[in-house]
């Protein structure tokens, strides 16, 4: 059966953000008094990354993959994480055409950061920073979300054949 040479992906995650965490975001410390809660460094950004890259390659998604279960993974760096959805996908002859990152966040502000963002993800997949692409948006105040309580990340990826 003719397969054709591309796969698209998608990935989404979310955490709540809470006073005193660490604020890790696709890869690069952000200053806030907020930040990400859960098992791991809590990158939701490099989560739905990683999701989006393995979705794309028709694989398990990183709950699979690293389960929160796993005292391994607790503090993780997500760059591990991102890296190794990009190596599964690479074993399966995929290699990353481009990755679209909509992070919606009431809090903090991203916009100053989302360049040091885009290089850091592009170094993680070993691609250029202009196949990343990153909005950052709000809720306009509703929901989780819109209230500053929650961080939350939708991507997609394009694969080719390598
Ligand atoms: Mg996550």
Redesign the pocket.
Known sequence: MTQPPFRVGTGY?I?PLKAGRPCVLGGVSIPSEVGPD?HSD?D?VL?AAADAVLGAAGLRDIGHHFPNTDEACRGMDSALILAAAAREAAKAGWKVGNLDLVVVAERPKLSPHVPAMRSRIAGILEIDPSQVGIKATTNEGMDAVGQGRALAVHAVCLLFRA
Do not use: F, K, R
């Open positions: 995650d955490h859960g809590a939701v989560h």
